[in-house]
């Protein structure tokens, strides 16, 4: 998208009561909305910053119409709060009457927010602030100029350790790059798990070393559920190796780590069209993958993911099927 104009951010700072932060005038001066991929930062996540609305001609003004302005509108307007215990919302303002929203994240509940500077009150600071739906607002202990950093920048030299059940963690979006100081050995490593752990203990920013050790089961955390391994038959020693010294992955059904070869598989990540062709037949019309299905797969139109595993004796590729 082309830069904004001056006299729009003019209006859209009238309108919500501040003037934006110098960084954020000239991003949007540069591109109005544009999208900071924070996955290797501290909040491990792609947020979607905001146009200010463009009313130069029709198509831009479609283009912006969800803008800071109308966000932020939308956010104060909300009147009820979450309860402790999750149950009816209760009223109350989540949302500070003096905040103002310039993204969003992996929905548009998911308010990426700017507060007024304590010093400079008509002007935003650059701390980040939090606000889902109709949670109270938290501060993300960073600012906006810190989104996005290279990842590169966080890179130890450090060979990472191996997981015989689980390859390539990397490739397989398991393992991120991080700024974080991992919560078990209090060292920042440059990498850290991407998902949450199972278990009595949940850690936050648990590094791969950690979890090849033992130290993080030690600290009740678990990774994977292998309840479909122990059906199979498969020996404890193996399974306890899985669930506790192996990266999991998210999925939106609860996982199925395969086995072959009386041991468990090597988790190879999300199957494409190419690697659902490399399924046994008989296991393509078990999960009901059809040629068309495989089509939709290849064209990005598909509703579902088959997670895909290697046999580390026979070479077999497996996989089970998970729909969102």
């Known amino acids: 998208m082309s830069g904004a104009r001056e006299q729009d951010i003019v209006r859209v700072e009238t309108a919500v009561g501040a003037r934006f932060p110098d960084w954020l005038r000239d991003r949007l001066l540069a591109e109005n909305g544009f999208i900071l991929d924070d996955t290797a930062g501290r909040t491990g996540r792609t947020w979607r910053i905001l146009p200010v609305r463009d009313d130069g001609d029709r198509k831009r003004m479609m283009r912006t119409a969800k803008d800071i302005a109308r966000a932020t509108a939308t956010a104060r307007a909300v009147d009820v709060v ?20 310039i993204g969003v994240g992996w929905t548009e509940l998911e308010r990426l927010t700017l507060l007024p500077d304590p010093v400079d009150p008509g002007r935003l600071g650059l701390t980040l602030y939090r606000q889902m739906q109709f949670a109270p607002i938290e501060s993300l202990g960073l600012r906006l100029d810190e989104l996005a950093p290279d990842p590169m920048a966080f890179d130890t030299g450090e060979e990472l350790p191996t997981f015989r059940y689980h390859p390539d963690p990397v490739a397989t979006g398991s393992l991120r790059r991080s700024p974080n100081v991992c919560s078990l050995c209090e060292r920042p490593r440059g990498w850290e798990y991407a998902s949450r752990p199972y278990g009595r203990g949940e850690p936050e920013h648990i590094c791969p070393w950690c979890i090849a050790d033992g130290s993080a089961a030690r600290a009740g955390a678990l990774f994977v559920d292998t309840w479909a391994l122990d059906e199979a038959g498969i020996a404890e020693d193996i399974q306890h190796e899985v669930a506790t010294r192996t990266p999991g992955f998210s999925t939106y059904q609860p996982e199925e780590w395969q086995s072959h070869c009386d041991d468990a598989a090597a988790f190879i990540g999300e199957l494409d069209a190419d690697g659902l062709r490399l399924l046994a ?28 595993f290697r046999c580390l004796h026979c070479g077999a590729t497996l996989g089970f099927l998970d729909i969102d």
Do not use: C, Y
């Open 82 to 101: 979450s309860s402790a215990g999750f149950g009816e919302p209760q009223p109350g303002q989540p949302f500070p009457a003096d905040g103002v929203v």
């Open 281 to 308: 037949p008989e296991r393509r019309e078990e999960l009901g993958i059809s040629e068309e299905a495989i089509e939709a797969v290849a064209q990005q139109e598909a509703g579902f993911a088959v997670f895909g």
